[in-house]
């Protein structure tokens, strides 16, 4: 089913949390809605859940007008960060619960409740409390009770941020290929843009109430509309006055027409990774990333003079300061001047 | 010696309950049959006593009736909404634990007398007598005992949060739904706690029942003025009869929640 949120603002008290945001979403797609901390993107999620009114503005699901519909007739399943298990009840009667209160015959709630478990690996944990569970687990009957009442529409608040790396990684090829069986118009707040590239067909990017760019992950990352986007996506870097990534810029060790000579300050390697800083007079170190194979070909080491230029095809912004994502993972290799330390803490943005 | 602290401090703790609850608590018992089963026989056969008692159980059930359904409500508000005057409200609702039962007493005596209080003339215009009559006593109980409920849950409510009744919500649960099914479990442990302190606190008032009862004796009496006036008048094992049935229905009130709470424990662990 299609959502739409036209001109919705949402304050609290003095507060702006939603500055007139308007996201259109496509039946059967799945979205992320990226973003820093604070941006607003749980506030959107709940708003389109009904767990959060808008001061103004207009949700619509399925072509509906839902705006003032309490959230238990909107068809919408949410899943909760925490995952918000009911703790008196076991795995199988909180998968049931909204079976239970629709009041469907006994025999369809368990045989539902059962193909539900078995979609999502539990099929042997019904019995248990959810106190006996995994996190992974948790998250997975938390998932499982919101698929049970065929909502139209899903939403996750970062549905995965509470688990380890490896769990998360998991769950997030499963969620995907769940999403391609069960085809149930999603949409999940992540603020891991690794995540969102990763899983989501469409990515909306939120920050301080307001909607940056909305687009598939290459459209958003081939074309950034901003320097906030960009930084936020990953690394970057400046190089001649443009805001880069760091592996698209090459490295060579001869001079070539529009290549601007610099010195190798430092070489970090990390696993396949080379992270060369490299000065170039006046402007702040430029920031590039290597293959261990290309550092090797190149034969460059500290202190050596090599030329960067743009690889052919490279996302460039033109650098505006004011815009970069002010707690974006990259600010300091862009503004700080300190290029090498905040590469090496930009490569993984968000640990 | 490691484990010298440990045993010196529990034996501190046990002479301090003993010292002070288990030991005077037991002579309540002990001194009800000090001349035998007769005389306590004798104390639950006077009509006066048995009326006494009805009485005291009147209030306390109205009183554990009215904290809870009103408690709940409270808490609810007091947690769950944000509103002006929010906190004036939370501070209104521990007064009644820091005035004194007799200040209490005589608040209700001036809004309810049947002579000269605000409320009271209109009500004993059409018939109905506050004071010196069980409603006042009602009153005064329900006053007294009316924050332990509220602050039994208030404390689980805000460690619940609000997530389980807003997924419940988004399951399909109206509101109802959803303080049945979700709510009250939650807080079940707490609100039978509350309801336990409310109920021996309100069996054991005193102070207020006093001053709006008028202690009109086989009418207005209840079982703690009865002790009083039996202790008065020298009859010791009256007293203590009737002080050991109020102290035996805290005891088993606070002995069926330990055993409740050690059964559900073992189930869900
Ligand atoms: N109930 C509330 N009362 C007051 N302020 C709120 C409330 N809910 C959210 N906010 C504020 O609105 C802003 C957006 O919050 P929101 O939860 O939508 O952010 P988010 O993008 O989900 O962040 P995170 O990634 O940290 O979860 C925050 O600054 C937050 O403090
Ligand atoms: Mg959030």
């Not at chain 2, 002006?84 to 007799?102: I, K, M, N």
């Not at chain 2, 050991?244 to 424990?265: D, F, K």
Request: hydrophobic fraction near 50%; aromatic fraction near 6%.
């Amino acid at each position: 089913m299609s959502i739409e949120i036209r001109d919705v603002t949402k304050t609290f008290g003095s507060f702006t949390a939603l500055d007139d945001v308007s996201v259109a979403i496509r039946p059967g797609s799945l979205t992320a809605l990226l973003g820093p901390s604070g941006g607003g993107k749980s506030t959107l999620l709940r708003i389109i859940a009904g767990l959060e009114t808008a001061d103004s503005g207009v949700v619509t699901i399925d072509g509906a007008d839902a705006t003032r519909l309490p959230p238990q007739k909107r068809g919408v399943g949410f899943v909760f960060q925490h995952y918000a298990a009911f703790p008196h009840m076991s795995v199988a009667r909180n998968v049931a619960f909204g079976l239970e209160i629709r009041k469907r015959p006994r025999e369809e709630v368990r045989a539902r409740v059962d193909e539900l478990l078995r979609l999502v690996h539990l099929e042997q944990f019904g019995d248990r409390m959810p106190s006996q569970l995994s996190g992974g687990q948790r998250q997975r009957m938390a998932l499982a009770r919101a698929l049970a009442v065929e909502p139209s529409v899903l939403l996750l608040d970062e549905p995965f941020g509470a688990l380890d790396a490896k769990v998360r990684k998991e769950l997030r090829d499963w969620l995907r290929r769940l999403h391609d069986e069960v085809h149930v118009t999603t949409v999940f707040v992540t603020h891991d843009q690794e995540e969102a590239l990763e899983v989501a067909d469409e990515i909306v990017v939120i920050s301080q109430g307001r909607v940056e760019q909305t687009g598939s992950p290459d459209a958003l990352y081939d074309r950034p509309a901003n320097p906030f986007v960009m930084s936020f996506l990953g690394p970057v870097t400046q190089l001649g006055g443009r805001l880069v990534r760091p592996h698209d810029i090459e490295v060579l060790g001869i001079e070539v027409r529009d290549a601007v000579a610099g010195v190798v300050a430092d070489i970090q390697r990390v696993g396949n990774e080379a992270r060369v800083r490299v000065g170039v007079g006046g402007a702040p170190p430029v920031a590039v990333v290597l293959t261990r194979a290309e550092l090797r070909a190149l034969g460059a080491r500290v202190g050596d003079t090599v030329w960067l230029r743009l690889a052919a095809g490279a996302a460039t912004l033109p650098v505006d300061d004011a815009a970069v994502a002010p707690s974006g993972p990259t600010l300091p290799a862009v503004a700080g001047g300190e290029g090498g330390r905040a590469l090496a803490g930009a490569s993984s943005p968000r640990g | 010696m490691a484990r010298r602290g440990p045993v010196v401090l529990r034996a501190v703790v046990i002479a301090y309950l003993v010292l002070l609850v288990a030991w005077p608590v037991s002579l309540v018992f002990t001194g009800a049959f000090a001349n035998g089963l007769a005389p306590v026989l004798d104390t639950f056969r006077d009509p006066l006593v048995l009326n006494a008692l009805r009485l005291t159980a009147i209030a306390a059930g109205w009183a554990v009736v009215l904290n809870t359904v009103f408690g709940v409500g409270v808490a609810l508000l007091l947690v769950r909404r944000t509103f002006p005057g929010r906190r004036l409200l939370a501070a209104l609702v521990d007064l009644p634990l820091a005035v004194s039962p007799v200040v209490v007493g005589l608040a209700i005596a001036l809004v309810y007398g049947a002579r000269s209080g605000w409320l009271g003339v209109p009500l004993a215009n059409v018939g109905l007598d506050i004071i010196y009559s069980t409603p006042g006593i009602v009153l005064a109980t329900t006053f007294i005992a009316l924050p332990l409920v509220i602050r039994e849950i208030i404390p689980v409510l805000e460690e619940v949060g609000t997530e389980q009744e807003q997924a419940a919500r988004s399951l399909g649960a109206g509101p109802w739904t959803t303080f049945r099914r979700i709510t009250l479990p939650a807080i079940r442990w707490g609100l039978v706690y509350g309801v336990v302190l409310c109920l021996a606190r309100a069996v054991g008032e005193f102070g207020a029942v006093k001053v709006v009862s008028g202690n009109l004796i086989g009418r207005t009496q209840t079982a703690t003025l009865t002790v009083e006036e039996l202790y008065m008048n020298f009859d010791r094992e009256g007293a203590f009869a009737v002080a050991a049935t109020l102290a035996s229905v805290s005891i088993i009130a606070i002995a069926i929640v330990g055993l409740l709470r050690a059964r559900t424990e073992r189930r869900t662990s």
